[in-house]
Nanobody
């Protein structure tokens, strides 16, 4: 079992920055892919960014050039640095982890953290 705990959400003005953190209860060396998803009211949950254990990253077109995903293996933590925030970035952000154990994939979610971009 993997527990994921997000932090760093809050209220920020348009153009501002926030950094989200996701702390895992296990060594993230064992987690193949970590990612961030978001869900705005009335919309489906969508992938924001992901990073593999090898460091390969993937971003949604809407956040490319503004958001940066990273992982610190020593701290068992992944981060999402969000710059130039827009009102449309307002959503609950969820940390996600995909782990392979004995050839079976397991998926884990954090509880979510609210990000509100508003003046």
């Amino acid at each position: 079992q993997v527990q994921l705990v997000e932090s760093g959400g809050g209220l920020v003005q348009p153009g501002g920055s926030l950094r989200l953190s996701c702390a895992a209860s296990v060594s993230i060396f064992s987690i193949h892919v970590m990612g961030w998803y978001r869900q705005a009211p009335g919309k489906q949950r969508e992938l924001v960014a992901s990073i593999t254990s090898g460091g390969s990253t993937n971003y949604a077109d809407s956040v490319k050039g503004r958001f940066t995903i990273s992982r610190d293996n020593a701290k068992n933590t992944e981060y999402l640095q969000m710059n130039s925030l827009k009102p449309e970035d307002t959503a609950v952000y969820y940390c996600n982890a995909l782990r392979v154990v004995n050839d079976f994939w397991y998926e884990y979610w954090g509880q979510g953290t609210q990000v509100t971009v508003s003046s």
